[in-house]
Protein backbone atom coordinates (compact mmCIF):
# COMPACT_ATOMS: atom_id res chain seq x y z
CA UNK A 1 0.00 0.00 0.00
CA UNK A 2 2.93 2.49 0.66
CA UNK A 3 4.42 1.49 -2.46
CA UNK A 4 1.38 2.32 -4.48
CA UNK A 5 0.98 5.66 -2.84
CA UNK A 6 4.64 6.43 -3.15
CA UNK A 7 4.32 5.75 -6.86
CA UNK A 8 0.93 8.22 -7.22
CA UNK A 9 2.46 11.03 -5.24
CA UNK A 10 5.81 10.70 -5.56
CA UNK A 11 6.35 15.08 -6.04
CA UNK A 12 4.50 15.35 -2.49
CA UNK A 13 6.69 13.00 -0.84
CA UNK A 14 10.05 14.78 -1.95
CA UNK A 15 8.67 18.37 -1.41
CA UNK A 16 7.51 17.14 2.39
CA UNK A 17 11.30 15.73 3.04
CA UNK A 18 12.91 19.34 1.33
CA UNK A 19 10.39 21.32 3.96
CA UNK A 20 11.69 19.09 6.67
CA UNK A 21 15.33 18.93 5.73
CA UNK A 22 16.75 21.66 3.33
CA UNK A 23 14.39 24.52 4.43
CA UNK A 24 15.55 24.54 8.34
CA UNK A 25 19.20 24.92 6.98
CA UNK A 26 18.97 27.79 4.40
CA UNK A 27 16.98 29.48 7.52
CA UNK A 28 20.09 28.90 9.79
CA UNK A 29 22.57 29.49 6.95
CA UNK A 30 20.70 33.62 6.64
CA UNK A 31 22.40 36.53 7.99
CA UNK A 32 20.41 38.54 10.38
CA UNK A 33 18.46 41.19 9.09
CA UNK A 34 19.83 44.77 8.67
CA UNK A 35 18.12 47.60 8.34
CA UNK A 36 20.21 48.91 4.79
CA UNK A 37 17.87 49.46 1.97
CA UNK A 38 21.51 49.09 -0.75
CA UNK A 39 22.08 45.71 0.58
CA UNK A 40 20.66 42.63 -0.97
CA UNK A 41 19.60 40.59 1.68
CA UNK A 42 17.69 36.90 2.22
CA UNK A 43 14.34 38.85 2.82
CA UNK A 44 11.31 39.58 1.63
CA UNK A 45 10.62 43.11 1.20
CA UNK A 46 8.12 43.61 3.90
CA UNK A 47 10.00 41.56 6.56
CA UNK A 48 9.72 42.71 9.89
CA UNK A 49 12.48 41.84 12.12
CA UNK A 50 11.89 41.18 15.73
CA UNK A 51 14.31 43.98 16.74
CA UNK A 52 12.39 46.90 14.51
CA UNK A 53 10.44 48.16 17.43
CA UNK A 54 13.56 48.01 19.78
CA UNK A 55 14.12 51.49 18.97
CA UNK A 56 10.40 52.81 19.38
CA UNK A 57 10.30 55.86 22.26
CA UNK A 58 6.88 57.00 23.53
CA UNK A 59 6.11 60.72 24.62
CA UNK A 60 9.35 61.66 24.12
CA UNK A 61 8.94 65.41 22.82
CA UNK A 62 5.35 65.27 25.04
CA UNK A 63 4.47 67.85 27.60
CA UNK A 64 2.63 66.91 30.57
CA UNK A 65 -0.10 69.62 31.95
CA UNK A 66 -1.92 69.69 34.60
CA UNK A 67 -5.54 69.52 34.97
CA UNK A 68 -6.40 72.20 36.75
CA UNK A 69 -4.22 74.38 35.56
CA UNK A 70 -5.53 73.75 32.00
CA UNK A 71 -9.63 74.28 33.72
CA UNK A 72 -8.21 77.44 35.11
CA UNK A 73 -6.63 78.69 31.32
CA UNK A 74 -10.19 78.28 29.98
CA UNK A 75 -12.68 79.78 31.80
CA UNK A 76 -10.98 82.82 29.87
CA UNK A 77 -12.96 81.05 26.98
CA UNK A 78 -15.96 80.26 29.14
CA UNK A 79 -16.31 84.03 29.46
CA UNK A 80 -16.02 85.16 26.45
CA UNK A 81 -18.73 82.63 24.86
CA UNK A 82 -21.08 83.43 27.74
CA UNK A 83 -20.66 87.30 27.00
CA UNK A 84 -21.48 86.34 23.25
CA UNK A 85 -24.55 84.46 24.34
CA UNK A 86 -25.25 87.27 26.27
CA UNK A 87 -25.53 89.47 23.55
CA UNK A 88 -27.12 87.40 20.83
CA UNK A 89 -29.78 86.82 23.77
CA UNK A 90 -30.50 90.68 24.60
CA UNK A 91 -30.68 91.31 20.92
CA UNK A 92 -32.84 88.45 20.18
CA UNK A 93 -35.19 90.39 23.29
CA UNK A 94 -34.88 93.87 21.90
CA UNK A 95 -35.64 92.52 18.73
CA UNK A 96 -38.78 90.87 19.32
CA UNK A 97 -40.14 93.98 21.57
CA UNK A 98 -39.68 92.01 24.67
CA UNK A 99 -37.17 94.53 26.67
CA UNK A 100 -37.40 98.42 26.24
CA UNK A 101 -34.41 100.12 24.75
CA UNK A 102 -33.87 102.55 28.07
CA UNK A 103 -33.64 99.50 30.28
CA UNK A 104 -31.24 98.24 28.22
CA UNK A 105 -29.36 101.21 27.95
CA UNK A 106 -29.81 101.76 31.76
CA UNK A 107 -28.49 98.44 32.55
CA UNK A 108 -25.59 98.34 30.89
CA UNK A 109 -24.32 102.44 31.35
CA UNK A 110 -24.67 101.04 34.94
CA UNK A 111 -22.94 97.74 35.03
CA UNK A 112 -19.85 99.75 33.13
CA UNK A 113 -19.80 102.71 35.61
CA UNK A 114 -19.93 99.75 38.63
CA UNK A 115 -17.00 97.85 36.73
CA UNK A 116 -15.35 101.93 36.26
CA UNK A 117 -15.63 102.66 40.07
CA UNK A 118 -14.08 98.92 40.79
CA UNK A 119 -11.18 99.58 38.64
CA UNK A 120 -10.46 102.91 39.89
CA UNK A 121 -10.80 102.28 43.20
CA UNK A 122 -8.21 99.25 42.77
CA UNK A 123 -5.86 101.34 41.06
CA UNK A 124 -5.91 104.62 43.34
CA UNK A 125 -5.82 102.75 46.25
CA UNK A 126 -9.22 104.38 47.75
CA UNK A 127 -7.25 108.08 47.10
CA UNK A 128 -10.24 110.25 45.57
CA UNK A 129 -7.40 113.14 45.04
CA UNK A 130 -5.16 110.86 42.71
CA UNK A 131 -6.09 109.93 38.95
CA UNK A 132 -8.41 113.20 38.61
CA UNK A 133 -7.51 114.22 35.34
CA UNK A 134 -7.70 110.37 33.89
CA UNK A 135 -11.45 110.44 35.63
CA UNK A 136 -12.24 114.10 33.43
CA UNK A 137 -10.72 112.78 30.28
CA UNK A 138 -12.40 109.51 30.60
CA UNK A 139 -15.80 111.05 31.36
CA UNK A 140 -14.87 113.37 28.23
CA UNK A 141 -14.59 110.96 25.97
CA UNK A 142 -17.07 108.62 27.33
CA UNK A 143 -19.70 111.37 26.23
CA UNK A 144 -18.32 111.52 22.99
CA UNK A 145 -18.56 108.08 22.22
CA UNK A 146 -22.74 108.04 23.55
CA UNK A 147 -23.68 111.57 21.64
CA UNK A 148 -21.91 109.73 18.45
CA UNK A 149 -23.50 107.10 18.96
CA UNK A 150 -26.65 108.95 19.07
CA UNK A 151 -26.00 110.76 15.65
CA UNK A 152 -25.15 107.90 13.63
CA UNK A 153 -28.01 105.72 14.98
CA UNK A 154 -30.81 106.67 12.12
CA UNK A 155 -27.61 105.89 9.36
CA UNK A 156 -27.07 102.16 10.79
CA UNK A 157 -30.90 101.94 11.33
CA UNK A 158 -31.19 102.51 7.55
CA UNK A 159 -27.82 100.78 6.90
CA UNK A 160 -28.89 97.43 5.44
CA UNK A 161 -32.45 97.72 4.57
CA UNK A 162 -31.86 96.11 0.67
CA UNK A 163 -30.06 93.47 2.30
CA UNK A 164 -31.93 90.44 2.95
CA UNK A 165 -32.52 89.21 6.61
CA UNK A 166 -31.04 85.72 6.01
CA UNK A 167 -27.47 87.46 4.44
CA UNK A 168 -27.59 89.60 7.83
CA UNK A 169 -27.88 86.41 9.99
CA UNK A 170 -25.07 84.64 8.12
CA UNK A 171 -22.42 87.87 8.01
CA UNK A 172 -22.96 88.04 11.72
CA UNK A 173 -22.20 84.41 12.65
CA UNK A 174 -19.13 84.58 10.37
CA UNK A 175 -18.32 87.76 12.41
CA UNK A 176 -18.99 86.24 15.75
CA UNK A 177 -16.74 83.02 14.59
CA UNK A 178 -13.86 85.86 14.04
CA UNK A 179 -14.39 87.93 16.81
CA UNK A 180 -14.22 84.09 19.11
CA UNK A 181 -11.23 82.91 16.99
CA UNK A 182 -9.33 86.26 17.36
CA UNK A 183 -10.06 86.93 20.78
CA UNK A 184 -6.91 87.71 23.49
CA UNK A 185 -7.10 84.74 25.57
CA UNK A 186 -3.42 85.27 26.98
CA UNK A 187 -2.98 85.68 30.27
CA UNK A 188 0.55 86.92 30.67
CA UNK A 189 1.28 90.92 30.18
CA UNK A 190 3.79 90.32 28.06
CA UNK A 191 1.69 88.49 25.68
CA UNK A 192 0.99 90.51 22.15
CA UNK A 193 -2.97 92.62 22.54
CA UNK A 194 -2.78 94.94 19.80
CA UNK A 195 -3.45 92.72 16.66
CA UNK A 196 -5.64 89.60 18.03
CA UNK A 197 -7.35 91.92 20.56
CA UNK A 198 -8.26 94.99 17.88
CA UNK A 199 -9.76 92.15 15.53
CA UNK A 200 -11.33 90.92 17.45
CA UNK A 201 -13.41 93.77 18.90
CA UNK A 202 -13.92 95.32 15.16
CA UNK A 203 -15.75 92.04 14.32
CA UNK A 204 -17.89 92.28 17.10
CA UNK A 205 -18.22 95.71 16.45
CA UNK A 206 -18.98 94.67 12.93
CA UNK A 207 -21.59 91.73 13.99
CA UNK A 208 -23.51 94.36 16.11
CA UNK A 209 -23.93 96.82 13.30
CA UNK A 210 -25.30 94.16 11.53
CA UNK A 211 -27.71 93.59 13.96
CA UNK A 212 -28.64 96.55 15.07
CA UNK A 213 -29.59 97.39 11.11
CA UNK A 214 -32.60 94.89 11.67
CA UNK A 215 -34.12 96.90 14.46
CA UNK A 216 -37.40 99.13 14.08
CA UNK A 217 -36.44 102.63 15.75
CA UNK A 218 -33.13 104.13 15.93
CA UNK A 219 -33.80 104.18 19.49
CA UNK A 220 -33.40 100.65 19.77
CA UNK A 221 -30.28 100.78 17.35
CA UNK A 222 -28.60 103.47 19.63
CA UNK A 223 -29.63 101.41 23.08
CA UNK A 224 -28.35 97.93 21.56
CA UNK A 225 -24.48 99.59 20.07
CA UNK A 226 -23.67 101.53 23.45
CA UNK A 227 -24.25 98.40 25.14
CA UNK A 228 -22.18 96.78 22.17
CA UNK A 229 -19.24 99.32 22.72
CA UNK A 230 -19.51 98.54 26.04
CA UNK A 231 -19.79 94.80 25.97
CA UNK A 232 -17.08 94.30 23.11
CA UNK A 233 -14.84 97.09 23.55
CA UNK A 234 -14.52 98.26 27.09
CA UNK A 235 -15.53 94.89 28.93
CA UNK A 236 -12.84 92.90 27.71
CA UNK A 237 -10.23 95.08 29.01
CA UNK A 238 -11.75 95.22 32.66
CA UNK A 239 -11.48 91.05 32.52
CA UNK A 240 -8.29 90.79 31.80
CA UNK A 241 -7.43 93.67 34.25
CA UNK A 242 -8.75 90.93 36.90
CA UNK A 243 -7.63 87.81 35.57
CA UNK A 244 -4.06 89.88 35.70
CA UNK A 245 -4.40 91.67 39.06
CA UNK A 246 -6.62 89.68 41.45
CA UNK A 247 -7.06 86.41 42.78
CA UNK A 248 -8.24 83.10 41.07
CA UNK A 249 -11.47 83.51 43.33
CA UNK A 250 -12.51 86.60 41.53
CA UNK A 251 -12.28 85.49 38.14
CA UNK A 252 -13.88 82.40 39.03
CA UNK A 253 -16.64 84.28 40.52
CA UNK A 254 -17.00 86.45 37.46
CA UNK A 255 -17.08 83.23 35.15
CA UNK A 256 -19.58 81.78 37.17
CA UNK A 257 -21.84 85.07 36.90
CA UNK A 258 -21.67 85.16 33.26
CA UNK A 259 -22.21 81.26 32.99
CA UNK A 260 -25.16 81.64 34.83
CA UNK A 261 -26.63 85.06 33.28
CA UNK A 262 -25.92 82.88 29.83
CA UNK A 263 -27.79 80.02 30.74
CA UNK A 264 -30.94 81.89 32.10
CA UNK A 265 -31.42 83.88 29.03
CA UNK A 266 -30.81 80.62 27.16
CA UNK A 267 -33.56 79.31 28.77
CA UNK A 268 -35.58 81.68 29.01
CA UNK A 269 -35.54 82.03 25.38
CA UNK A 270 -35.96 78.27 24.55
CA UNK A 271 -38.96 78.29 27.15
CA UNK A 272 -40.91 81.16 25.27
CA UNK A 273 -40.65 79.55 21.72
CA UNK A 274 -41.48 76.59 23.20
CA UNK A 275 -44.42 78.29 25.09
CA UNK A 276 -45.44 79.69 21.85
CA UNK A 277 -45.34 76.71 19.77
CA UNK A 278 -47.31 74.50 22.46
CA UNK A 279 -49.58 77.28 22.78
CA UNK A 280 -50.36 77.92 19.01
CA UNK A 281 -51.00 74.33 18.60
CA UNK A 282 -53.26 74.28 21.68
CA UNK A 283 -55.69 77.55 20.27
CA UNK A 284 -55.83 75.50 16.94
CA UNK A 285 -57.01 72.44 18.40
CA UNK A 286 -59.63 73.30 21.40
CA UNK A 287 -60.26 77.45 21.17
CA UNK A 288 -60.25 78.19 17.59
CA UNK A 289 -64.02 78.55 16.43
CA UNK A 290 -66.03 80.36 13.10
CA UNK A 291 -69.19 81.58 13.15
CA UNK A 292 -71.71 81.89 10.07
CA UNK A 293 -74.43 83.56 9.17
CA UNK A 294 -77.12 86.12 7.01
CA UNK A 295 -74.35 88.81 7.27
CA UNK A 296 -71.83 86.02 4.91
CA UNK A 297 -71.56 86.85 0.95
CA UNK A 298 -73.74 84.78 -0.37
CA UNK A 299 -72.78 81.63 -2.56
CA UNK A 300 -74.29 80.08 -5.80
CA UNK A 301 -74.93 76.58 -5.36
CA UNK A 302 -74.24 74.86 -8.28
CA UNK A 303 -75.44 71.82 -9.84
CA UNK A 304 -78.89 72.24 -7.94
CA UNK A 305 -82.39 71.72 -9.95
CA UNK A 306 -85.77 73.35 -8.86
CA UNK A 307 -88.97 71.99 -9.99
Known sequence: MNKTLSQQFPVVKKDILYKKTVLPLHRKRRRPWRKLLWVKQDYPDNWVDKSFLKELR???NVRSYDFWSLFADSIVLTQHLSSIAIFIC????????RMSPAILAGISTGFTIFCYIFWDLSVTKFNYNQNVRNRKEITKFSILIILTIFCISPILESLTKSTTSDSIWAMTFCLFLANIFFHDYSTAEWANKKFPGTLSTNAGMMASV??????????????LMVFAVEWFALFPIFRRYLRQNFSFIIHLILTVFLLALASILIALEISFVLTLTFTHIYYIVYISSEIHGPWDIAKPKLGSSSG
Open 58 to 60: RNV
Open 90 to 97: VFIAIYHE
Open 210 to 223: MLASRLTSYIHVFS
